[in-house]
């Protein structure tokens, strides 16, 4: 039997993306690359749970802005999974609307219609920079995937990931569809681990930038840098609880890497397990901040586990594999691999005490 390696994957929330291991609901999808090959292209497959919903784009009219709107407009409604782009005669929906640019800001007026009651269900202005066309046409995207499926959109979210240029990594924040890079850190040094803050405007990470693995802040607007664990030893996976007031993370201060919950801003910390022969990764903290996922290897291999964010017995929620992560809401989301494809699994999170 090929053996697997499991991952954690990101949470996406409305108007960012969590990198790390996440609660979440069922995932439909998988991601297939070769991990051997370098530059690899990845191929995605997504597989719906029902009819798409027909939608036009074509009542959308302005100058150059609003081309640009409507192109990305189309684009984001098909990547949602939720709706086909069709002619206006064979839609069940149409957006209607136009963009004016004036004086370096861009306005759009974004209404959705349905063609069979001819009822606006939709109808809000949207204003930016003229540079912006492609992010407000994001939010009225989202707006539309709301008021149709009454789900939130992705298409505002933004991804925040380690790049490298030239060998040198750092932290870089790009729109959903890749779009719009911006670099965060310039220090060349070694960093991983990324992951939002309970304030979209800051996140956290862990960087060699002081010669050692410390985990760090960073406020996306002053882009004021901040250590907030500098623990003897192995200092990674700072996730931040919903209520930002608490920290879990990894530290190997007492020789071995462990799972601790640090309090913010105060930094007092309390040890959650307690595993001499394996080590802990990847923490993860469910919406309600009482539970954390994380992965160890106590069953020789990387296995998710999940225990309360107050401590406890940990229950085992995955039995195969070599590198399990994801968790959200109703389920557990994770990559493994098996062979030399990875693919995205849902697993649901176990009741009762665990059997590992």
Known sequence: MNSYMNKP????????????????????????????????????????????????????????????????????????????????????????????????????EGRLAHTGSRRIELSRRYEGDSREAGRLAHYLADDIVKTVKGVPGIASTRILLVGSRNGRKDLYLADYDGKNLAQITRDGAP??????????????????????????????QSRKRTRVARHPGLNTGGVVSPDG????????????????????????????????????????????????????????????????????????VTFRGSENVSPEATGISLSAVAGAVATIFAASIPRGPSNS
Do not use: M
């Open 245 to 316: 007031r608490k920290l879990a993370l990894i530290l190997s201060r007492d020789g071995n890497p462990e799972l601790y919950v640090q309090q913010l801003p105060a930094g007092r910390l309390t040890r959650l397990t307690r595993t001499t022969h394996a080590a802990e990764a990847s923490p993860s903290w469910s919406p309600d901040g009482s539970q954390i996922v994380y992965v160890a290897d106590t069953s020789g291999s990387p296995q998710l586990y999940i225990l309360s964010a107050r401590g406890g017995q940990a229950r085992r």
């Open 9 to 108: 994957s990101d949470f996406i929330g409305p108007g960012n993306k969590f990198a790390g291991v996440g609660f979440a609901g069922v995932l439909a999808g998988f991601l297939a690359f070769s991990p051997s090959a370098s530059g690899q292209d990845i191929h995605i497959s997504k597989a719906g749970s029902g009819k798409k919903v027909n939608i036009s784009v074509d009542g959308f009219g302005g100058d150059r802005g609003g081309i640009l709107l409507a192109d990305t407009l189309r684009k984001d409604l098909e990547r949602s999974g939720w709706f086909h782009v069709t002619p206006s005669a064979v839609a069940t929906y149409r957006v209607l609307g136009e963009s004016v640019e004036k004086g370096g800001r861009l306005t759009v």
């Open 191 to 220: 960093c991983l681990s990324p992951s939002w803050g309970a304030d979209p405007a800051e996140v956290y990470y862990t960087s060699l930038v002081g010669g050692f693995p410390d985990v760090y802040r960073i406020d996306l």
